[in-house]
Structures are given as C-alpha cells and as structure tokens.
C-alpha cells in the first residue's frame, strides 16, 4: 500500500507541481500514525527529491528567467530555514489544523478562480 | 515586481518548509499578482521546492527529525510516479482534470481539520479530568 500511494503521490506531482505533499502528509499521520513533524519532514525530502525530476520536465514546457532564479535561490534556501526551526515551535495538533485550513481555503479558491 | 516575488517566495518558502501547503499558496498568489501564467507559477514552485526542502532537511535531519527508513522506502515509488506524471503532463488537459484534483484536495483539508479537532478535543478532555 505504502509503495501505492508514493507512486499516486509522484503521479500527482509531476502533474499539478503543487498539493500532493499533503496527501503523504495526511497518509502518514492519520493512516501510519507518524508523529506530524518527522511526517512533514519525511514529506518535504521526498517531495523536494522527486521535484528536481519534475522541474527538469517543465523546463520543456517553460522558459526558466535566470534571474528569477538566482533570487529564488536565495530566498528559499533561508525560507527553508526558518520554516523547519519554526515548524518545531508549534504543536503537531495545531500544526495539522493549520494545515487543513490551508489546504481547505486554498482548494476552495482553487476550484472557483 | 522584484519586491512583490521576494516577499511571494519567502512567506510560500516558510510555509513549504512547514509541509502545510506553500505551493498552493505559490502558486495561487504570485497567478493573482500577475507574476507568473499558470504554467510558469507551477515550475517555478518546483524549483522553489527543492531549495526550501533542501535547507529544511538538512535542519531536520541535524535536529533528527528525520526518518530515513520511510524515506528510503519511498523515494524510488515517487521517483517513478513524478516521471509518469511528466509524461502525463505533457499529453493531457491539465486544465480540465485540475478542478478534480482541488475536489479531492477539499476533501483531505477538511478531514484534517476534523481529525485534528478530534484529538485536541480529547487532550482538553484529559486535561479537565485530571484538574
């Protein structure tokens, strides 16, 4: 099952580039009961790994700006930073409540933009 | 413009590396803000993505929040599925089977917020019955 779901997980990524992450997420928690940090650390690696693939794909559909890059670079490396240190300093239960209001508020705006 | 993508990139980075969801946010802000077409918004998140889980893992695994069993056995499944959904990507609407994908992605959003007030409801109940 775990291999499955993976498998659906990379499917969803390397076609909507966004939210399949959270289906790990929510897998690990609620179905594997992982403790909800290491399932969003776990997640983010996974996720970050099989995006390296997934962005070398898109640059057949897009033309990357180099320097668009260069300061993304940048701020993503120390928005990844302070995301993990702060990603500790909340409880897993309010963490995974933020977390479905986002997903939930975002996929409502998603469904009707 | 410049200024507006620095502050788009830096509050999605903070929240990917959470793992609550910033790409969506990515996405959505920086279409809305007129940045990036649908398209561009996407593969740019990606790259952003690997960056931000770059520098969040390395923090993670230094802290030992990090397990390396599970993302050994996972890697390789979700390799092979980001390579088919290339390949999906580049042969189907992704437009038209988007909307389906948000249904489903609701539908997860509020089971989490139903199960996460499930469990703090329970752990004020504990805390009541031992004070």
């Not at chain 1, 997934?54 to 897009?62: D, E």
């Not at chain 2, 993505?49 to 990090?66: E, R, T, Y």
Request: proline residues 0%; glycine residues 8%.
């Amino acid at each position: 099952m775990i291999y499955f779901i993976g498998f659906i997980v990379g499917i969803l990524n390397g076609l909507f580039a966004a939210g399949a992450g959270q289906i790990l997420v929510v897998y690990f928690i609620f179905s594997k009961k992982i403790k909800s940090h290491l399932a969003r650390a776990v997640s983010i690696s996974l996720l970050a790994s099989a995006s390296i693939f997934t962005a070398i794909g898109y640059s057949r559909f897009i033309e990357f700006d180099i320097i668009k890059i260069v300061i993304i670079l940048f701020v993503s490396l120390i928005a990844g930073y302070i995301g993990a240190k702060l990603m500790k300093k909340i409880k897993s239960n309010i963490l995974n409540l933020i977390s479905g209001i986002i997903v939930t508020v975002l996929s409502i705006i998603r469904l009707f933009s | 413009m410049w200024i507006s993508l620095i502050l788009i990139v830096l509050v999605a980075g903070i929240i990917s590396a959470m793992g609550i969801g910033g790409g969506a946010i990515f996405i959505i802000i920086s279409t809305i803000f007129g940045l990036f077409s649908h398209k561009e918004a996407q593969g740019y998140n990606l790259i952003i993505f690997v960056l931000v889980g770059l520098s969040a893992s390395i923090k993670n695994i230094k802290s030992k929040d990090f397990d390396q069993k599970i993302f050994l056995k996972l890697i390789v499944p979700i390799l092979l599925g980001s390579l088919v959904g290339i390949y999906f990507a580049s042969i189907v609407d992704e437009d038209k089977i988007r909307k389906y994908f948000y249904v489903f992605m609701l539908c997860i959003g509020i089971y989490e917020i139903i199960s996460s007030l499930k469990v703090i409801k329970k752990d004020k109940l504990k805390i009541d019955e031992r004070s």
